[in-house]
């Protein structure tokens, strides 16, 4: 009978470690597909011009120039969305940790925030829209960093409050029987066990966020100049991918599929450099 239940439950094992083995094998596929994808399509229409020159005359159409305006238009618009999320973020984050971690305030802000993350992001940007039209604005460079900071400010809580949720209460109980003060525990404690994650938190949001066409669709709009204020309009490479993906000219086609790359490689490295620094930043961090 003991060997029957043994057998079963390696049985059980085997074949939920082979289900997880496949599962991971399916999505380094999936990756590897994409990137082999943007690399045969995008790859010939790379060059020098592509990331250093503004659309010119005739781009549209097969012309010179290249894709500088969307490639500064992203990273102003997820840069900008970032801090603006940020700085909404950790507050928010240390409250649900610190003054009240287990209260139905906190519960129910946990779940708005979980709603929040699951809104479409066209509709952020349609809420941003319409403010826009109430208040007589056009399409800007500062109404799609907004879009973008709606986005981004549930992402960016619930991974911090996940991160700071694991922080082992006897650190905190130490800080208190020390005497500290909650604002000293949470700068002290808090904020210097959850820096990894937090870091992580914040780079994982501009990845979503320079990723991001619906919610910049109406409210960054587009242009091939650079944008000089908040006010002007802002360009960005997913819009670029789309509007060139649907060019009926194949050399248009092929840089709509060279910003997708200049894209992927973007989203890259963010990950990349999100886990180096966060391995750094997690010397300092108590298991």
């Known amino acids: 009978m003991k060997r029957r239940w043994w057998t079963l439950a390696h049985l059980e094992e085997t074949f939920f470690r082979l289900l997880m ?31 250093t020159k503004v659309p010119e005359g005739g781009f549209y159409l ?18 900008g ?9 950790l507050p928010i984050a240390m409250g649900l940790n610190v003054y009240a971690p287990s209260s139905r305030w906190a519960a129910f802000t946990r779940m708005t925030l979980d709603v929040l993350w699951g809104i479409p992001s066209l ?24 879009a ?23 650190l905190k109980e130490a800080a208190y029987g020390l005497g500290a003060t909650r604002l000293e525990m949470a700068r002290a404690v808090v904020l ?26 109406f409210t960054a709009g587009f242009t091939d100049r650079i944008p000089t204020s908040l006010a002007s309009p802002a360009a960005s490479l997913p819009l670029a ?8 000219f194949p050399e248009v086609r092929a840089r709509g599929y060279a910003a997708a790359l200049i894209l992927t490689v973007l989203i890259l490295i963010v990950s990349g450099l999100s ?13």
């Open 123 to 146: 509709v952020y940007g349609a809420f941003i829209f319409l403010i826009m039209i109430s208040m007589g604005m056009r399409a800007s460079l500062g109404a799609g960093i907004l």
């Open 192 to 217: 210097r066990q959850a820096l990894p994650g937090i870091f992580t938190a914040v780079l994982l949001a501009f990845g979503r966020g320079i990723g991001d066409a619906a919610s910049v669709l």
């Open 81 to 89: 969305g970032t801090i603006l999320a940020f700085l909404i973020s």
């Open 275 to 287: 886990r180096a620094v966060a391995r750094r930043l997690s010397r300092n961090v108590v298991n």
């Open 62 to 79: 097969g012309g010179g120039g290249g894709l500088l305006n969307a490639i500064l238009g992203s990273l102003y618009l997820a840069g």
């Open 21 to 51: 083995r496949i599962s991971a094998l399916v999505l380094v596929l999936a990756l590897a597909g994409i990137l082999l994808a943007v690399l045969i399509r995008g790859l010939p229409a790379m060059n020098l011009d592509m990331i």
């Open 148 to 170: 973008l900071t709606l986005l981004q400010i549930p992402i960016m809580v619930r991974a911090m409050d996940e991160v700071m949720r694991l922080i082992p209460g006897g």
């Open 241 to 248: 991918v789309f509007f060139q993906l649907s060019s009926p």
